[in-house]
T-cell receptor
Framework: AQSVTQPDIHITVSEGASLELRCNYS??????LFWYVQSPGQGLQLLLKYFSGDTLVQGIKGFEAEFKRSQSSFNLRKPSVHWSDAAEYFC?????????????FGKGTKLSVIP | DAGITQSPRHKVTETGTPVTLRCHQTENHRYMYWYRQDPGHGLRLIHYSYGVKDTDKGEVSDGYSVSRSKTEDFLLTLESATSSQTSVYFCAIPGQGNFAGELFFGEGSRLTVL
């Protein structure tokens, strides 16, 4: 069964600092990988996704993520954090073979931003 | 944005009462999903549907049932609500075309069981 681990429950960074959120996955084949963001009281918004090809993917709001097969990782990065980036971030893995579009989510990392 | 709406958005109920949450989509997609979100657990799949009258269990299906009598509606029922089912429930549908492979989520239904 596929699984996702987000090792950091809560991260605090200063505005303008760089950010990296970690994500490790377990999946037998080439995974579909996603990062979603959830602002307080809101639904989930897709930041970026990886299906195949270039291992560095660009997303919305200045975020990027890098797929590293050897490390089973898909870490999310942003070079300079803005106060509006404070939210909870979820990494997810999808089943590329079953056709059911199911996603398995990590437990999330809450990001706080110090002005 | 994908056409997906949930109702009710908020509900407070008492232990032992039945509750039904509704998810409605306008995208005509075969697949629909119900997830629950709890602090420290992320989102966990309850049930999903792959067509009218075709459903399957997810990771946390105990205590829940679903029905899909029309393509556009997917109902989640708690036959006898318990306090452990206090949660935020999200419905989701897959994207299509350039958005294939990703899930679009509704705004969520916050359920409190007293």
């Amino acid at each position: 069964a596929q699984s996702v681990t987000q090792p950091d429950i809560h991260i605090t960074v200063s505005e303008g600092a760089s950010l990296e959120l970690r994500c490790n996955y377990s999946y037998g084949a080439t995974p579909y990988l996603f990062w979603y963001v959830q602002s307080p009281g809101q639904g989930l918004q897709l930041l970026l996704k990886y299906f195949s090809g270039d291992t560095l993917v660009q997303g919305i709001k200045g975020f990027e993520a890098e797929f590293k097969r050897s490390q089973s990782s898909f870490n999310l990065r942003k070079p300079s954090v803005h106060w509006s980036d404070a939210a909870e971030y979820f990494c997810a893995v999808g089943d590329s073979g079953a056709g059911s579009y199911q996603l398995t989510f990590g437990k999330g990392t809450k990001l706080s931003v110090i002005p | 944005d994908a056409g997906i709406t949930q109702s009710p958005r908020h509900k407070v109920t008492e232990t032992g009462t039945p509750v039904t949450l509704r998810c409605h989509q306008t995208e005509n997609h075969r697949y629909m999903y119900w997830y629950r979100q709890d602090p420290g657990h992320g989102l966990r799949l309850i049930h999903y549907s792959y067509g009218v009258k075709d459903t399957d269990k997810g990771e946390v299906s105990d205590g829940y049932s679903v029905s899909r009598s029309k393509t556009e509606d997917f109902l989640l029922t708690l036959e006898s609500a318990t306090s452990s089912q206090t949660s935020v429930y999200f419905c989701a549908i897959p994207g299509q075309g350039n958005f294939a492979g990703e899930l679009f989520f509704g705004e969520g239904s916050r359920l409190t069981v007293l």
